[in-house]
C-alpha cells in the first residue's frame, strides 16, 4: 500500500489537503434540453419534521450493533475478534481430530505389520505373484 502512495511523491500531501471540488455552471440554462448542471448531490433533508435519521447520518461508521457510536464500536470489535477466534481456533482443533479420512493411517500401520510379520517367516516382502495361482481357476483351451 505505501509502495503506491510512494510513487505520486511530493504530490501527496497536496493532494490530501485540497478538498474535491465541484465545477457547477451557474449561467442560466439556455434551449429547449434544459441544463446539465448539477446543483444538488444529495436531496435536501427535511428539516420541517421530526422524520427518522438514518444511524448512516449520526455515525457515519455505523457498524450495525448499536445506535451509541462508543457501544457499537466495541460490540463490532468483540463479536469480530470472538468470531475470527472461534473460527480460527476451534475450527483448526475440530479438523485436527477428524478421523482418519481415508484410512491413510490405518493403512500404513497394517503395511509395517505385515512387513514385520514377512520378516519374522523369512519370507521376500513383496512376492512375485500378486494372488496365489493355486487359487486363480483359468478358463481351459475349449472354453477360451
Same mark, same amino acid.
Given at each position: &500500500? /505505501?509502495? !503506491? /502512495? =510512494?510513487?505520486?511523491g $511530493? ?7 485540497? $478538498?474535491?471540488? !465541484?465545477?457547477?455552471?451557474q449561467?442560466? $440554462? =439556455? ?6 448542471a448539477?446543483? *444538488?448531490?444529495?436531496?435536501? %433533508?427535511d428539516?420541517a419534521?421530526?422524520?427518522e ?6 455515525? $457515519?461508521d455505523y457498524?450495525?450493533? =448499536? =445506535? @451509541?457510536?462508543?457501544?457499537d *464500536?466495541?460490540? &463490532? !470489535? ?7 477466534s ?13 478421523p482418519?479420512?481415508? &484410512?491413510?493411517?490405518w493403512a500404513?500401520?497394517? %503395511?509395517?505389520?505385515v512387513i514385520q510379520q514377512? *520378516?519374522r517367516? @523369512?519370507?521376500?516382502l513383496? @512376492?512375485?505373484d500378486?494372488y496365489?495361482p ?8 475349449r *472354453?477360451a
Amino acid at each position: &500500500m /505505501l509502495t !503506491r /502512495l =510512494s510513487r505520486f511523491g $511530493p504530490a501527496l500531501p497536496r493532494l490530501l489537503s485540497i $478538498p474535491p471540488a !465541484r465545477f457547477v455552471s451557474q449561467s442560466k $440554462p =439556455s434551449g429547449a434540453a434544459g441544463s446539465t448542471a448539477v446543483t *444538488e448531490l444529495h436531496p435536501a %433533508a427535511d428539516t420541517a419534521g421530526h422524520g427518522e435519521v438514518s444511524q448512516y447520518v449520526k455515525n $457515519p461508521d455505523y457498524h450495525g450493533f =448499536s =445506535s @451509541d457510536p462508543v457501544v457499537d *464500536e466495541w460490540n &463490532m !470489535r468483540v463479536g469480530f475478534f470472538f468470531g475470527i477466534s472461534v473460527a480460527l481456533v476451534i475450527g483448526g482443533t475440530f479438523i485436527h481430530y477428524l478421523p482418519d479420512h481415508g &484410512m491413510r493411517q490405518w493403512a500404513r500401520r497394517e %503395511a509395517e505389520h505385515v512387513i514385520q510379520q514377512r *520378516e519374522r517367516e @523369512d519370507l521376500p516382502l513383496i @512376492d512375485e505373484d500378486y494372488y496365489d495361482p493355486n487359487k486363480i481357476a483359468l478358463p481351459t483351451a475349449r *472354453e477360451a
